[in-house]
């Protein structure tokens, strides 16, 4: 297994982070965890194109794991490919349909891109064949506990408390070739995830705050700091750490080593911080 790192910040801008995505290939199969703003752009700067990803599945529904949807189904249309495999929480089946259905957000582009003469003329002289059919992923709404297996690999999941009741927000757990990966999404601590993650060759953690940082009782239980992951991680006999969905703040002055040798202490070794563009085998 191999990770691409596509995203690692959060939803506020920021000059060397996308919103969360990450990428994991396994054999053929070309695995995306999440889609937020700035994967698009960082998927194609890793040398990947929209038609190589095979699967997306979807943590959660905020907007900073989701933005940049649209644009993968379509660029990955525009290339002929497949129907991209969607897996995540509803309602995505009928954001999918607002943005790609007979009325939705893209059905004037649509129309044009597929009726019109010159268009389709393009269409054709790239290879394509008429009548020029609308993106149509294939989409599969999932509850925490979903598991599947599929060209030699598994996923399982587990809810993870974050912005419930509202959205439902889930973490993965990916293995394969006898390795394991765990991706958190955006999680408080909780049992179902330290067992989902136990013994994993690497688990992908979100860290929303430092340690020290001020904040509610309830915040508080929902952002778990660097050395609460790192025992957490501990405790589920993980191999390696990485921490992701920095905020700007975060990475200012001494924000990234606070937090690494925080992690470290509660991990027992060492731990990273994930960089976008950064390439992670498993």
């Not at 269409?123 to 294939?138: F, I």
Request: aromatic content about 10%.
């Amino acid at each position: 297994m191999r990770l691409t790192v596509l995203g690692s910040g959060s939803p506020e801008p920021h000059i060397n982070r996308a919103s969360s995505g990450y990428l994991l290939e396994i054999g053929d199969d070309k695995i995306l965890f999440d889609c937020g703003g700035g994967v698009f752009d960082n998927l194609i700067r890793a040398g990947f194109k929209p038609s190589d990803v095979t699967h997306l599945f979807f943590s959660h529904l905020h907007s900073d794991h989701f933005m940049d949807y649209a644009r993968l189904v379509h660029a990955a249309w525009d290339e002929g490919a497949a129907p991209l495999k969607v897996f995540g929480p509803a309602p995505i089946a009928r954001i999918t349909d607002q943005y790609f259905g007979k009325n939705g957000v893209f059905s004037n582009d649509l129309r044009a891109r597929t009726e019109l003469k010159p268009s389709q003329d393009v269409w054709v002289a790239r290879g394509g064949t008429l009548p020029r059919a609308w993106p149509a992923p294939s989409v599969t709404e999932v509850e925490p506990g979903f598991e599947m297996s599929e060209n030699g690999w598994t996923v399982s999941s587990c809810a993870v408390p974050h912005a419930q009741p509202v959205l439902t927000c889930m973490a993965f757990a990916v293995e394969a070739v006898g390795k394991k990966f765990v991706y958190s999404g955006d999680a408080g601590l909780c049992a179902e995830l330290k067992t989902l993650a136990a013994g994993a060759d690497l688990l992908l953690h979100w860290c929303y705050r430092l340690d020290g940082t001020e904040a509610s009782a309830e915040m508080a239980q929902m952002t778990p700091t660097p050395t609460e992951i790192g025992a957490m991680a501990r405790q589920a006999d993980v191999k390696r750490l990485f921490l992701t969905h920095f905020r700007t703040t975060m990475d200012q002055g001494d924000g990234q080593s606070f937090a690494r040798r925080s992690a470290q202490e509660g991990f027992g070794q060492s731990v990273e911080i994930a960089a976008d563009l950064q390439v992670i085998d498993i």
